[in-house]
Every structure is written in C-alpha cells, then in structure tokens.
C-alpha cells in the first residue's frame, strides 16, 4: 500500500525561510505527495517562489488568499485534499528527507489512523531533541488522547503527523484561537482516532527565529488562548473518569504556568488575567487538593497563587531575573 499524502504548507512572508522548507518537502524519499501551498496574503516576495516551485513540480497545488491568519489558511487546504493522509508543515521550517516515508510506513504497518514523530528545535546556537528515544509506541484511543494531554512523548502540535483522512474531515481549526488552536486540533482528531503510533525520532526541525511564535512580542491573546483551549479540553473529558484527571492537571499546570509568566513579565495590563487564573484555582479547590491528581508541587503553587498572590509574585521575580541572565540568547 502507497497511501497519499497531503502536505498543507501554510507561508505568510517567508520569502527569506520558504526554499529551504519546500526544498525538504519535495525532495522527500516518498514521492506520493499531493503539496498544497496556501500564501496567506504575502507581501513579500513568496508569491513568486511558490509560482516558481510550483512551475517545476506537478504535485504542488497553490492557492493565493487574503490574510486571514495561519488557521484559515490551514482550513483551506484541508478542504482541498484528497490525500489518504493529511500532513501540515510550517513554511519557516523543515523537514528530514524521510520522515514521510517513515510516517507511512508506520501507518501503514499498523493500519494507524495518526501516525507521528518527534521533533527538534533550532535555535541559533542550540538544537535541543524531543526527544530522539527511538522508542516506537502503538496507541489505542484512550492511551493516545492520555498521552497528548500528558506531552511526556508526543508533541502535541500537528507538523510532525499524518492524519487519516476520514479522521480529520470535519475536524477544522478554530481561527479566533490564534495559540494553542493545534492542540485543540489534535484533541479532536485523536478522540475520534482509533488507532495511533509514535515513532520518537526527530524528524521535524522547528527553526526558532525573530518573529516566530515562540519568540514573537507578548500579547493577550498569548495568556488567555491556552487557558482557553485548556478550559475547553477538561469540559469536553468532564465526565470520563479515565481522561478527566490528565486534563484537569494540565489545565492547573497551564493556569500556574501563565501566572508565572505574567508575574516575570511584570506586564500593567495582566491584572485581569491573573485574577481569572485565581479565580480559576479557587473553582478547582477540591480537586487540587486531591493528592492523586495534582502533585506536591502543582498544589503548592496553586495554594500559594490563590492565598499570598504577592509573595509568588516576588518569588517568581527573584527566579526569572536569574534565570533570564543565564538563559538570554540572540535569535537571528
């Protein structure tokens, strides 16, 4: 069996970072690729690189849009494919030249409806591997969703995936969340797959650059989307004692983490935000201190944040002026 798959390349003003990416794509081992390029609007000089490639290889479809964001852009692609599979690659990144001969070749082998690998991330002087075991998983339903709330292996972005088609083909990214929109993508679409396996080698390269997501300027959005998105996952397992206590955890994890964060950041405008976050703990009381899901830890945090605000916050202020002398590198 040689299943299609369909590469959704998503590229608003890439033209520095775009030939590299497409470059890995199309010179990849497995050649059944359908490559669909959705420029979001660019007004650099993409356009005329996705023609050009597009001009030398009959397996790219392009399409030209307004910007509207990186999820609609996504979402266009999706209503386009026709692949056995879908895939997404980010137009900044790259890819290991075999990584979908080995994504389907474990899809195939085990009749999988995902199909994964692990990544790693570029920084100018640093490539840090997530996590290069080489360990491969089979997952059921069940231990799949557990092991994407958990992240302790999969990444739960979608680059480094194939999708079975029939999987994914009312599954659409929600445009108004503009962080952690993959992560939700990903709950939907292992909910729904029976079947997933993991190869944990590095196959995806996500280039950390000025300007990516990681590294872009500190909004709203960039605070409340994960909280969001986290709310949304634990509501959705509410009632699944299997699955509820994973996501319940990591909903409590990402609300301390963002506090943290807003706490560093010393930002004048994150008083609401926090007091959401408070108020969001104060609601979780009983199952934080439930020992069994909430660790030693989380439940410190947590107790600290709710009852002696100021004293986290000076804390945390004292860490992260430390860590953030030790840690400051230049992205390029």
């Known amino acids: 069996m040689n299943p299609r798959i369909s590469v959704v390349i998503p590229v608003y003003n890439l033209e520095k970072y775009l030939e590299r990416c497409l470059d890995s794509v199309i ?16 007004s650099d000089g993409s356009k005329k690189i996705i023609d050009s490639y597009a001009s030398r290889d009959s397996r790219i479809i392009t399409i030209h849009k307004e910007n509207s964001g990186v999820s609609a852009a996504r979402n266009m692609g999706l209503n386009i494919a026709t692949g056995d599979y879908i895939g997404f690659v980010d137009g900044d990144d790259i890819i290991e030249l075999n990584m979908y001969e080995i994504l389907a070749r474990n899809a195939v082998e085990h009749n999988a409806d995902i199909s994964h690998c692990g990544y790693q991330l570029v920084k100018p002087n640093e490539v840090i591997y997530y996590h290069n075991t080489k360990e491969k998983i089979v997952m059921n339903r069940l231990q799949g969703i557990k092991e994407l709330i958990v992240a302790t292996k999969v990444e739960p972005g979608t680059v480094n995936k194939i999708f079975k088609s029939s999987v994914v083909k009312n599954i659409r990214m929600d445009s108004k969340i503009k962080y952690n929109e993959d992560y939700l993508f990903n709950i939907e679409a292992f909910d729904k797959a029976k079947k997933s396996v993991f190869e944990d080698l590095p196959l995806y390269h996500y280039m950390l650059r ?15 989307d994960p909280l969001r998105v986290n709310h949304m996952v634990t509501e959705l397992y509410k009632d699944n004692k299997d699955i509820y206590p994973y996501a319940v955890s990591r909903e409590v994890n990402t609300n301390i983490i963002t506090y943290r964060s807003l706490s560093s950041a010393s930002k004048n405008d994150s008083s609401n935000v926090k007091k959401q976050i408070k108020d969001t703990l104060k609601s979780y009381k009983a199952v934080i201190n439930n020992r069994s899901i909430i660790s030693k830890k989380l439940r410190l945090q947590a107790q600290c944040i709710v009852n002696a605000p100021l004293v986290y916050d000076a804390a945390v202020n004292t860490i992260f002026k430390a860590v953030s002398k030790k840690n400051n590198y230049k992205v390029d």
Do not use: P, R, W
């Open 210 to 224: 000025k300007g990516s997501a990681v590294t872009s300027n500190v909004n709203v959005k960039k605070f409340t």
């Open 27 to 42: 010179n990849q081992t497995y050649h059944n690729l359908e490559i669909i390029i959705v420029n979001d609007g660019s």
